[in-house]
């Protein structure tokens, strides 16, 4: 259902841009959102409402704009160790398996696509950084990507409110990695200094770590992908994974019927492995899973 106050040409306008610059498309009970949603990018640039914004990203080739009007209809939601039992299950078996393949380089590569505002890599960078014995001497590069701007600039700066700091995040963790501030909670510069972020769109800009990465997190993003989009992503996906490498997805996803880029891991559980992964493994004899 479209809004009252705006023509509905107005809202096909700001779907597309949306849809063009991220693939991301609005789900019917998104789109009543908009207005709301863009708001505060009116308020800051002086616009009287929906149909006047429109004009104006048509008029003005503001870069500033776009990129405003782009990132406040995203959906940014994420916490610390959302879906906790994932980071468990990682801990004790992925991780695991990881440290193994990887003895001989050690080299453990992440990558979280759709990272939001950071949330989800400093979740794995405190777990990571608590296995510190069995870590030492590997490089261990965890890169969070984004196609917000906004949501990276949050990201590499580390603090979050009172609300954000107490989802998902255990008390103990907060006091070991954060400091509180004036303005929020503060990720500690020994947390920082292990995530690297960059703003990019996972479907058209150059993936980063190419073939290396071992863990991919890619959750909660695909699935306001249509279909095309989501196995065009797959595909960036399998670019960047590792021959031996794991794809996590968020709740509600599946490579079911979207890819045959992926298929479950027959050893871990929840996990997601390179089509390709079961012929090369050259110990695939060997299973960790519980
Ligand atoms: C709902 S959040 C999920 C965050 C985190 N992965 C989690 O599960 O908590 C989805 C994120 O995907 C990002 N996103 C959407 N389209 C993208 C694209 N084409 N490339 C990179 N990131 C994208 C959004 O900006 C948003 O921050």
Request: some cysteine.
């Amino acid at each position: 259902m479209m809004g009252a106050a705006a023509s509905e040409s107005a809202y096909r306008v700001l779907m597309g841009v949306l849809e063009s610059r991220t693939g991301q498309t609005l789900s019917p009970n998104r789109i009543w959102r908009i207005e709301m949603s863009l708001k505060p990018v009116m308020q800051r640039h002086g616009i009287a409402d929906l149909d006047a914004l429109v004009a104006a990203l048509v008029t003005s080739n503001s870069r500033q704009l776009l990129d405003d009007t782009v990132d406040a209809m995203l959906n940014n939601e994420t916490f610390f160790y959302r879906e906790h039992s994932v980071f468990d299950d990682i801990a004790k078996t992925a991780l695991e398996y990881l440290h193994r393949v990887n003895l001989r380089e050690r080299r453990l590569t992440i990558w979280h696509c759709g990272v939001s505002t950071g949330q989800e890599a400093y979740s794995m960078a405190m777990l990571l950084a608590e296995q510190d014995s069995k870590w030492a001497g590997w490089r261990v590069d965890i890169v969070g990507t984004d196609v917000s701007y906004h949501a990276i600039s949050r990201a590499r700066v580390g603090l979050y409110s009172q609300f954000e700091i107490q989802r998902g995040l255990p008390v103990q963790r907060m006091v070991r990695w954060f400091d509180q501030t004036e303005a929020g909670w503060l990720a500690k510069a020994d947390l920082r200094r292990r995530v690297d972020f960059s703003v990019q769109n996972m479907l058209t800009d150059r993936p980063p770590l190419g073939g290396s990465a071992d863990l991919i997190f890619c959750r909660n993003l695909l699935l306001y992908f249509s279909l095309p989009m989501r196995q065009k992503a797959f595909a960036r996906l399998r670019a960047v994974a590792a021959a031996q490498s794991f794809l996590v997805l968020g709740a509600g996803e599946t490579v079911l019927g979207q890819t045959d880029q992926f298929v479950a891991s027959p050893r871990l559980r929840g996990l997601y492995e390179p089509a390709d992964q079961q012929v090369r493994r050259p110990d695939s004899s060997r299973s960790i899973a519980a």
